[in-house]
């Protein structure tokens, strides 16, 4: 079966192509990055009309890729939340449309749940059961992952998600947007030990993750600091030491309290160097696997996308004509297969 996948949650345009018995064929991945960069943050309005400009030619370009027909495919999925509406619209509207005009199924992807099953597109996959590490720029979430749909939350942020406080903290550091990755290449010029920030939710039990404060503590830490680049580096560097060993320590309670041995991280800040080579060492500790997406395919993009769609196309489900979208979609209440 071969899976059309579209994703227009937020500011990125991705399409994929997913074969069930050959694998990827294609993926094209389109960055609003440049279109939002003066404005400091994703503009929703005009992330929407991006998408609307940049969807059919990256569909045109990933049937080219594949060499395709629109005949040769045989499912569409699509992102139908969490995500901005505008914008979830669009690509809602263009896969629903296209598999009516195709006449094949279509089927409404969890943005979340693409990210959690993206390392299934590496040579070396996961086997289930396992546990997740959901970190992008909304959610920070900790996931059972039985299997194919049967996801059980364990643990996620009370505030900001670990992204949002990478974003936010690089914003009060005057780093342009996409704050995240700039504050992490900062951060690896940094020399450890100048300052320590707290470890939020470590010192008492369960799995929840708050950032917020660290955003705070960043901003004081900021203004009685000086101004050079070295100093903001250290700063840069604390701050990441911080959600990383919060990360972990989170991790590492999750695996103990169910008894597995198995991450999977996925979501935009499962880029981060410095959270896979702790997560690395950690696994290596406990004689464990950790398992993580290429880069490319840790931030948003359709390939994640037409994979969870082909295995829930394949296992016989499909929406109706009606186009739905589900901005807020708590990712247990996605149906059972
Ligand atoms: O998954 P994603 O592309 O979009 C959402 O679904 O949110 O994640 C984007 C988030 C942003 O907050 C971005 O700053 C963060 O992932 N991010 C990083 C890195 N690369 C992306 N955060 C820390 N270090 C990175 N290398
Ligand atoms: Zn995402």
Redesign the pocket.
Known sequence: MRVLGIET??D?TGIAIYDTEQGLLAHQLYSQVKLHADYGGVVPELASRDHVRKALPLIQAALDEAQLDAADIDGIAYTAGPGLVGALLVGACIGRSLAYGWQVPAVAVH?MEG?LLAPMLEDVAPEFPFIALLV????TQLVKVAGIGSYQLLGESVDDAA??A??KTAKLMGLDY????R??ALAEQGEAGHYKFPRPMTDRPGLDFSFSGLKTFAANTLAKAEQDTQTQANIARAFQEAVVDTLVIKCRRALKETGLKRLVVA???S???ELRRQLHDFARQINGEVFFPRAEF???NGAMIAYAGAQRLAAGEAVDTKVKTFPRWPLEQLNQP
């Not at 992008?136 to 959610?139: A, K, L, N, T």
């Not at 996409?178 to 990755?181: A, C, H, I, T, V």
């Open positions: 949650s937020c990125e943005h990210h992008s720029g909304g959610h992204g949002e990478f974003d996409p704050g995240g990755p504050l992490a979501g935009g800040v880029a981060n160097h840790c931030t948003d």
